[in-house]
């Protein structure tokens, strides 16, 4: 789950009232963001709180941040010795698909395929045995708002594994035979994700909820931008954002912060160091939530695949933390695995006991300046109407009738995930990159708790009666759509009372 937040964009008004209750995340909090603390947060900073002991938190390694005179950051989590000999190592940048110009959709995506390609000292073979003959692993992932490098390797080959890093963002060639044949790759690419339909409802949800904006274009872009990309795209691409302030060099495991920065700073040399954020680039062009849908009728298929939206919280918003908590309220829960009778989810076990749905699950994806909530769900066809009502209704309770004894398990729940999350190496070096992207520093998990416990019955109705009542919802739907109601039914479900 991601925890990272970006600044407050408006004056508070009645509607944002829950706003107020909540203290910023980012390192930087604007102005307008600097408001009296609720009283819950002080409560666990008091030495007389019992009920809550988060104390055991505090054990984590100490996250270290250096900046180098190019604007990289260097953020280390170092594990004693003894108790590790691997390391994670890569690089994150505040670049994705977003940040495309006209025209160029899947530039990114199509970036992150051909920096494997070889650079002026090694081939794309060599690049490959070199990794693979010292045991380890190199991988890349693009997303809409970043982009991120990295590398798992053992103790003893973490400065060969800077080294490869830092050649293959700064000396890749692009040779014209690569980009031909990656184009067929990623064209293979796009047929493979179209078999996914999660991951197609996703995209249509998204085109329904900032249709017109690059927030709602797809990671992969389309084809015919795939076929077009050329040498020149992408590296206009790397030259605009792959910038020395956008970017975080972040390790964890068996690393020493001090080397790991004097490695760093001797071969990640040659980035631009032009100080455009990419919150200033966010800011030049705000995504708007435009609440419509996206239908695809397919009787062939044997199920139908819905996703129900409502714009949701940025990153640094302080709502995120209680559009957390709802997620985990809400839940997940699949037919296959025969838990849903017994689920503390309110909604898993009507659609279980009714047998209403085959899965369902809750999502909160933050961007920098705004997000999307709701429920995502795959149902028989002659259950769509019948479903739509159910998560419709248990979206408006989370308004007016919520117990404290399911907000205190779905916090609950929220943490063990969290920790779960970060098992590993890999794991924590992703999750202090991308925080550091987004609110510019890692918050420890003694904050993040206190926040998470914060959240009361009363904070999840407020924060429901100002995301969902009489708000827009996006809609995006897969398959025999004939019973599933019309996207005004939908808005209708959840006016005020």
């Given at each position: 789950?991601?925890?990272?937040?970006?600044?407050?964009?408006?004056?508070?008004?009645?509607?944002?009232?829950?706003?107020?209750?909540?203290?910023?995340?980012?390192?930087?909090?604007?102005?307008?963001?600097?408001?009296?603390?609720?009283?819950?947060?002080?409560?666990?900073?008091?030495?007389?709180?019992?009920?809550?002991?988060?104390?055991?938190?505090?054990?984590?390694?100490?996250?270290?941040?250096?900046?180098?005179?190019?604007?990289?950051?260097?953020?280390?989590?170092?594990?004693?010795?003894?108790?590790?000999?691997?390391?994670?190592?890569?690089?994150?940048?505040?670049?994705?698909?977003?940040?495309?110009?006209?025209?160029?959709?899947?530039?990114?995506?199509?970036?992150?395929?051909?920096i494997f390609k070889g650079t002026r000292?090694?081939?794309?073979?060599?690049?490959?045995?070199?990794?693979?003959?010292?045991?380890?692993?190199?991988?890349?992932?693009?997303?809409?708002?970043?982009?991120?490098?990295?590398?798992?390797?053992?103790?003893?080959?973490?400065?060969?594994?800077?080294?490869?890093?830092?050649?293959?963002?700064?000396?890749?060639?692009?040779?014209?035979?690569?980009?031909?044949?990656?184009?067929?790759?990623?064209?293979?690419?796009?047929?493979?994700?179209?078999?996914?339909?999660?991951?197609?409802?996703f995209d249509h949800l998204h085109a329904a909820s900032f249709c017109g904006h690059p927030l709602g274009d797809t990671i992969l872009g389309p084809e015919e931008n795939i076929r077009a990309i050329s040498r020149i795209d992408l590296q206009q691409?790397?030259?605009?954002?792959?910038?020395?302030?956008?970017?975080?060099?972040?390790?964890?495991?068996?690393?020493?912060?001090?080397?790991?920065?004097?490695?760093?700073?001797?071969?990640?040399?040659?980035?631009?160091?032009?100080?455009?954020?990419?919150?200033?680039l966010v800011e030049a062009n705000p995504a708007i939530f435009t609440g419509s849908e996206v239908r695809v009728e397919n009787e062939d298929m044997p199920l139908v695949h819905l996703a129900i939206a409502f714009k949701g919280a940025a990153w640094a918003d302080p709502n995120s933390i209680p559009l957390m908590v709802i997620q985990s309220l809400l839940g997940s829960w699949n037919k296959s695995v025969s838990v849903g009778n017994c689920s503390g989810s309110q909604l898993a076990r009507r659609a279980s006991t009714d047998n209403l749905a085959e899965s369902i699950m809750a999502f909160n994806t933050n961007y920098r300046d705004i997000g999307l909530f709701g429920i995502y769900s795959t149902a028989m066809p002659d259950r769509m109407h019948d479903?739509?009502?159910?998560?419709?209704?248990?979206?408006?309770?989370?308004?007016?009738?919520?117990?404290?004894?399911?907000?205190?398990?779905?916090?609950?729940?929220?943490?063990?995930?969290?920790?779960?999350?970060?098992?590993?190496?890999?794991?924590?070096?992703?999750?202090?990159?991308?925080?550091?992207?987004?609110?510019?520093?890692?918050?420890p998990f003694i904050e993040l708790f206190t926040r998470i416990d914060a959240v009361d019955a009363d904070t999840v109705m407020e924060t429901a009666k100002n995301f969902i009542i009489d708000k827009d919802v996006a809609i995006a739907a897969v398959g025999p759509l004939h019973l599933l109601p019309a996207h005004n039914w939908f808005r209708s479900q959840i006016s005020a009372e």
């Open positions: 789950m991601a925890l990272a937040f970006a600044g407050l964009r408006r004056k508070l008004s009645t509607s944002s009232i829950v706003r107020a209750r909540y203290l910023s995340l980012s390192a930087y909090p604007k102005p307008s963001e600097e408001l009296t603390p609720d009283p819950r947060f002080l409560r666990h900073s008091s030495p007389e709180a019992r009920l809550l002991d988060n104390s055991p938190f505090l054990c984590f390694p100490q996250v270290r941040v250096t900046t180098l005179p190019n604007g990289i950051r260097v953020a280390t989590q170092s594990a004693p010795l003894s108790a590790s000999h691997t390391a994670s190592i890569g690089v994150w940048i505040d670049a994705g698909s977003r940040f495309e110009a006209p025209g160029t959709n899947g530039t990114a995506h199509f970036l992150e395929h051909m000292r090694r081939t794309a073979r060599s690049l490959e045995e070199e990794i693979e003959n010292m045991g380890g692993r190199l991988n890349a992932y693009t997303s809409r708002e970043q982009t991120t490098f990295y590398a798992d390797v053992q103790s003893k080959d973490v400065p060969v594994a800077i080294d490869v890093l830092a050649d293959i963002l700064q000396n890749s060639r692009f040779p014209d035979h690569a980009i031909r044949r990656e184009r067929g790759v990623i064209l293979r690419e796009m047929e493979e994700v179209q078999g996914q339909l999660e991951e197609v409802i691409y790397i030259c605009t954002h792959y910038t020395g302030p956008r970017m975080v060099v972040s390790a964890a495991g068996a690393v020493k912060h001090d080397e790991i920065v004097d490695m760093v700073s001797r071969l990640f040399r040659n980035f631009s160091r032009d100080p455009t954020t990419a919150d200033q479903l739509s009502c159910l998560i419709m209704e248990e979206m408006r309770r989370l308004a007016y009738k919520v117990s404290e004894t399911e907000v205190m398990r779905a916090r609950n729940q929220l943490k063990s995930a969290l920790l779960l999350h970060i098992d590993g190496s890999t794991a924590v070096a992703e999750n202090n990159g991308r925080q550091m992207l987004t609110y510019g520093r890692v918050m």
